[in-house]
């Protein structure tokens, strides 16, 4: 699929990723895109990888957030984790989560 119906900024600071980046976005934009099907309210998206602990000792090396703008609301997730593509995954189901509770939210209301 690798089109979205919506604007999908992509940053990347991770080195060891950027061979693979296209690999990653194209995941990305592909969920994203399944999770806006037959929806309209999902106006853009935001995907961030990085490596905030480059430099330090920590548990964690990746780091990703996404962020799905929806209306006046924006849903944001990030996970850290030491191997990026679990990092990603967790990252891309935990904003799929947030979106369809706030879209079960709508529904009630």
Known sequence: MDKANFPVE???EID???????????????????LAEGHTDISGAAVNFK???K???T???NEVTIVVY????????????ERFQ???DGALD????????????QRNH
């Open 10 to 12: 992509f940053n990347n």
């Open 16 to 34: 060891d990723v950027k061979k693979n980046e296209n690999e990653y976005y194209t995941l990305a934009v592909d969920r994203l895109s399944k």
């Open 51 to 53: 490596q905030p602990a």
């Open 55 to 57: 430099e330090h000792q």
């Open 59 to 61: 548990s964690y090396i």
């Open 70 to 81: 929806m209306g006046a609301d924006h849903i944001a997730a990030t996970e850290k984790g």
């Open 86 to 88: 679990f990092t990603l």
């Open 94 to 105: 935990a904003v799929e989560r947030q979106v369809r509770e706030r879209r079960k939210q």
